[in-house]
C-alpha cells in the first residue's frame, strides 16, 4: 500500500550536520502522524522526534530536542530529520515511520504502535 524511503544517512565527524529524507510512495493521501525513530547496536528501537499531518505539533526525544528539526512537505510526500550539533550517541540506524490510523492521543505517537508504515532505515555513524 505504502513504501517509505529514507535517505541521507552517512558517516560524519562529531559536531556536523545531516539532513534525512524520507519519501512516500502508493497510497499516500492517508497518512497523517510521520516520526523517525533509531536503533543502536545492542539496544531497542527509541523515539526521536515525530509531525501530525499540518505540522502543527511537533514532538522530540529529550535527547535530541534542540539539535533536531523534523518538518514534512505533503506536496511532496517527503518528511526531513534535520540533524545538528551531531554526537556519536547519536549513531544508529535511522527509520522514518508512518500512521495512516486514527484514534490515537497525541502522547502514543512517542511510541512505536501507531505508526503501520515503516522504512527499510539508513545508517548514520558520528565519529569523535
Known amino acids: 500500500q505504502v513504501q517509505l524511503v529514507e535517505s541521507g544517512g552517512g558517516l560524519v565527524q562529531a559536531g556536523g550536520s545531516l539532513r534525512l529524507s524520507c519519501v512516500a510512495s502508493?497510497?499516500?493521501?492517508?497518512?497523517?502522524?510521520m516520526g523517525w525513530f533509531r536503533q543502536a547496536p545492542g539496544k531497542e528501537r527509541e523515539f526521536v522526534a515525530t509531525i501530525s499531518w499540518t505540522g502543527g505539533r511537533v514532538y522530540y526525544a529529550d535527547s535530541v530536542k534542540g539539535r533536531f528539526t523534523i518538518s514534512r512537505d505533503n506536496a511532496k510526500n517527503t518528511g526531513f530529520l534535520q540533524m545538528n550539533s551531531l554526537i556519536p550517541e547519536d549513531t544508529a540506524v535511522y527509520y522514518c515511520?508512518?500512521?495512516?490510523?486514527?484514534?490515537?492521543?497525541?502522547?502514543?505517537?512517542?511510541?512505536?504502535?501507531?505508526?503501520?508504515?515503516w522504512g527499510q532505515g539508513t545508517q548514520v555513524t558520528v565519529s569523535s
Open positions: 502508493g497510497r499516500t493521501s492517508s497518512l497523517y502522524t
Open positions: 515511520a508512518a500512521s495512516s490510523l486514527l484514534g490515537y492521543a497525541s502522547r502514543s505517537y512517542s511510541q512505536k504502535s501507531p505508526y503501520n508504515y
